[in-house]
Structure formats: structure tokens, C-alpha cells
């Protein structure tokens, strides 16, 4: 595995490597890779010739209370799991290297982030955007591996593929489960052990939450019966449920005439915020 610092060396190794034919896939982070990370990585080494991976903490994504310098930081790990998941090039650029003094030039985005947590963290996705736009035209991929965990997230790339005409595929990796259906996260370990033990009840809410849609229960009352079902397992603060069309996250009118549906839940335990969600056909039925 070859680290790379610079911008000039990545965009030299891209050319090279698109140049011998060579597919790149590529998996953005913010470092501190945990297994979420790991099925992106594999997912990206079944797909393409060349793996891509970038750590960087972006600054530009971070509200002014939110706290960027206490971010969990660990190149030496990150390093060390990279290489064992066999990726070809990490890019480990600095700020200074990413951002130069006097910026021109940012991306505003201007639908699909006035709800779910786009809601409570304004310009966050200007932030993601920006630095997703400038790694596309640094590391140059055919293929960008996004976890669904953060379906927003997608939802506003997607759109910043499609507004700008980008030759990036950006592919969709189904959110990675515990055995008892908790979606994987770095901040599992914040709940306590009776928390742990409740926690799955938010997939099983969206789950059955998904099946009252499909069998034509109208939404207002599913949204407050997910929310009650919540409250009585978990004794968690539900933070929002929402259902809205995906990826546009617009209200619903008619459930036929759209690509697809989330339900998306964000609550609150003591120590950790979890959010979870599904993404599905109605017609089909399916994530
Ligand atoms: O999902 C993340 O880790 C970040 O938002 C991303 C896509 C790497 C951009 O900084």
C-alpha cells in the first residue's frame, strides 16, 4: 500500500493507473475506520482493479459547536487496517494541502438537506459536497462507495453527480447489521448495557413501520405509532421519525409516482445518538 500526501502525486498515480485501463474505486473517510468502513473497502477491492482510500478530516463540515479538534484521530491504526483490507493507495492529505488560503469557490446545496439531520446541522452538507467534489477530482474514481447508514448523505452526493455531470457511479452499500439487527456504529459502545439490549427495537420499529406502508396505513399514523413503540421499548428521545421520498427527501403526495421511500429515525440514549434507516420500493417492497 503506497500513502500519499500530496494532490499532484494523487492526480499523477490516477492518471497513470486510468491510463493502463486500470478501474479505481474509492472510498472516502474521515479516518478511524471501523467495520462499516471494512465492507465499503471490500466492496470497492470486488469491483475495480485499484483501491482508493482517503482519511480527512474536513473542517468545512463541522458547525462552529461542533467539534472538529476532538474528531478521533489514528493514522498508525488506520494504516495498519488499509493494509490488511489489501487497499493500493491511501491519500492522507493535510488541510493546508486541501484547502488553500483564499478559496474562491463553494458548493451550496440547496434541496434535500432541510430535513432529518441536515435540519439541526446547517452548511453541513456545503461542507461534505465541497470536499466530496474536490476528492472526485483528485483521486479520479470510476466507482465511489457510500454507506446507506448515512442515506442523506448519498441522496445529496447523488445529486451533486447528476447538477454537475460527474463520471463517478456512486454505488450504494446496504447498512451493516448486528446479529440482532442494531445498525453498526462507532457509537454503540456510548450505551450501556440495558441501552444495548433495547437499541434493536429501532430497526424493528422502522421494519414494522415499512410493512404498515406497504399494507396502506396512512403515514401520519404510522409515524405515531413508530414513535410510541419507541418510547415504550427503549425509553429513548426520539429526535425525529420521518417518511419521505428517497433520494429527493420531499413529503410524500402519491407513494406510486416515486423512486423510493425512507423511514429514518434518529434517537437519543444517554451517551449516544443513533440513527438508523430503510430505503425501499413500494412497488417493490424492497431495500
Ligand atoms: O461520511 C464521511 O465520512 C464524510 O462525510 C466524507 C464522505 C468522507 C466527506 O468528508
Known sequence: MKII???????????????????????????????????????????NEIVV?????NPLQFGPNEDFDAYPRDIARDEAIAKELGVDYLFYPTTEEMYKKNRTTLITVE???????????????????????????????????????????????????????????LVRVNTVREE????????????????????????????????????????????????????ENTKAELDYIEILSYPNLEKLDSLEEVDGIIIAIAAKFSKARLIDNLVFSYQKGEQ
Not at 482510500?53 to 478530516?57: A, E, G, L, Y
Open 53 to 57: 482510500v482517503s482519511i480527512f478530516v
Open 180 to 231: 440482532d439487527g442494531l445498525a453498526k456504529s462507532s457509537r454503540n459502545v456510548y450505551l450501556s448495557d440495558q441501552e444495548r439490549a433495547v437499541a434493536p427495537f429501532l430497526f424493528q420499529a422502522l421494519q414494522k413501520g415499512k410493512n404498515k406502508m406497504l399494507q396502506g396505513e396512512a403515514i401520519p399514523v404510522i409515524k405515531e405509532w413508530i414513535a410510541e413503540f419507541v418510547e
Open 111 to 169: 434541496r434535500r438537506v432541510d430535513v432529518l439531520c441536515g435540519k439541526s446541522r446547517p452548511g453541513h452538507f456545503d461542507g461534505v459536497a465541497t470536499v466530496v467534489m474536490k476528492l472526485f477530482h483528485i483521486v479520479m474514481p470510476h466507482n465511489a462507495y457510500f454507506g446507506m447508514k448515512d442515506a442523506q448523505q448519498v441522496a445529496v452526493l447523488e445529486g451533486l453527480i447528476a447538477d454537475y455531470h460527474l463520471l463517478v457511479n
Open 5 to 47: 500526501n500530496t494532490i499532484e502525486e494523487m492526480q499523477q498515480v490516477s492518471q497513470n493507473e486510468r491510463y493502463v485501463q486500470k478501474s479505481i474505486g474509492f472510498v472516502p473517510t474521515m479516518g478511524f475506520l471501523h467495520e462499516g468502513h471494512g465492507t465499503l473497502i471490500r466492496e470497492a477491492k470486488k469491483q
